[in-house]
Structures are given as C-alpha cells and as structure tokens.
C-alpha cells in the first residue's frame, strides 16, 4: 500500500530524474540490482527519493569500469565498512585514471606542437642549428639486426614505453654511430629513441650532446636516403665540419599524416663538430 505522506515515483518519473531510459531501470529490477521500493496490485513499480543515491552510486561505480556483477556482490554484501572500502578503492582508480589522461593530453599536445612546426618548414632546406643537450630513453643496442630482430626490437620498445608510461608524444627515432653512416649504411641504427622532456627518477637515460648539428629533410623512400646523405655531407664539408658520434632520424611525417610513402618526410640530424686547422689543411 503507498504511504501517502511519502512521495513515490513511477518507472517514467525515477527514469527521468535519474536521465535513464524505463528499460535500464527495469533490468535493474530484473537482475536484484534495484529495485522498486513497491509494486501495487497492477504490478506498476514505484521508486522513493531516498533510492535516487543508492542509483548514483551504481551508476558511479559503472562509470570508473565496475562491472554490474561486482556491484551485485557488493550489494549482497554491503555494510558501512564495506561501502568506505569501496569508495577508497575507486578513488585510487580515478586518480590512475586521470595520471593516465593528463598523459593522454600532454601527447596531443606534443603532437599538435611538433605538426604546426612542421608546416612552417622547407623540407629542400639543409641548415646547422645548436641544440642543447637533450634526454633520451634508449631501446636496447639493435645495431646489425636482422630484420626479424629488428621488429621483435620495435615492438618491444613500444611495449616498454607503454609499461613504463614514458611514451611522450615525440616520434620514435634512430640513432645510428659514426662509423656506419660513413659506411653507408644509414640505417643500420644502434638505438631506437624517444625524447623525454621531464625525465622521472628510475629510469636509464641517454643524454644526447649539446652542440651544432646538421639539419635536413629526406621526402620519400627510405631507400633513397643516401641521396639526402651526400646533400647533407656537402654541406657539412663545405661548413669545415666532420660528423660526430650520432645522427639521429625521426619522421616529420609518416603513416598518420600521409598515404604514400613517396609523401613521408624524414628529420635527419647530423652531430657534428669543428674541423681542426691541421685536418682542414689536411683535406685541402
């Protein structure tokens, strides 16, 4: 029987309060989740203020990723103690949750920074610039891999750096010794790399150089990098440089902003350093 003196509510009228359409309600009921505080000799259900926050908190916990048969288990469970528990445990689950998305952010802020510099850019420019020193997480020493090796080592890498939360948004790049670029083999990496802007404790780190490098742009294929090489070695000859222990190499653009590989545009950064006046005498 109703209880004149309380307000109850109809299906329809607790649907919209709680902004849920009839059926979830009713699927609550169906399920011993919620239900109706009492049904009449019609069978029509009816849902008091007061269980307006028990729906709250279902829909709470529902919204950090419990599933509506944990919270069944808490419900056949329940007991202050148990419900302070529970809300200590969800907090620590929205706060993972939000490290997680202000990482999130700060990725998409790297990516929308890194593409607006790239639209200012002539890729046919060769330039020398000095970059200070830079932090970075390196992949374990990939140099002569097979290419079997290779991907296992990518794949890896990315494992990694997802685990270990250090994905920052900059693009995975390769470092290659010395000794191999003049060798020709240009992408015979040694590391694979990514920047890290703020560096966390417990972590290795490779601190890449501070000094001038030599800046270029290679569009198209990997296999006709060499053609950027020899434009990039010109340059640095004709400047009085030699090259340095690394060159670095990182997409411009890749897959996610182009479809034709022809369109893809390689970052190559030259580590270079000062020719002596005996080994400028020497190479005149």
């Given amino acids: 029987m109703l209880n ?129 020193e830079e932090t970075l997480y390196l992949s374990k020493n990939i140099e002569d891999s097979t290419e079997e090796q290779f991907v296992k080592a990518v794949s890896d890498f990315i494992e990694e750096l997802d685990r270990s939360q250090l994905d920052t948004g900059y693009p995975i790049g390769g470092m290659t010794r010395r000794e191999q670029v003049l060798a020709g083999n240009y992408d015979n990496y040694s590391y694979l790399y990514i920047e890290q802007p703020n560096p966390r404790e417990g972590h290795p780190y490779f601190k890449a150089i501070e000094g001038e490098f030599v800046i270029g742009y290679h569009v198209g294929p990997s296999a006709k990098l060499g053609e950027t090489y020899t434009r990039l070695f010109n340059v640095m000859h004709e400047k009085g440089y030699e090259l340095g222990q690394y060159v670095y190499e990182e997409y411009i653009y890749d897959a996610v902003i182009k479809n034709r590989e022809e369109e893809y545009v390689t970052k190559i950064m030259m580590e270079v350093k000062k020719l002596s006046k005996h080994s400028l005498r020497r190479t005149n």
């Fill in 4 to 132: 004149k003196n309380v307000k109850y509510f109809t299906t329809g009228e607790f649907a919209k309060i709680c902004k849920v359409n009839k059926q979830t309600l009713i699927y609550y009921d169906q399920i011993g989740l919620l239900s109706p505080i009492m049904k009449d000799s019609k069978d029509y259900r009816y849902y008091s203020l007061a269980q307006y926050d028990f729906f709250g908190v279902i829909e709470l916990l529902k919204a950090v990723g419990m599933s509506l048969k944990d919270i069944q288990q808490y419900m056949a469970e329940k007991s202050p103690e148990n419900f302070l528990e529970l809300m200590h445990q969800q907090k620590e689950i929205v706060a993972k949750k939000r490290r997680e998305l202000e990482m999130i952010e700060n990725i998409i802020d790297v990516k929308i920074k890194t593409n607006e510099e790239a639209l200012h850019l002539n890729f046919d420019d060769i330039t020398i610039e000095y970059f200070p």
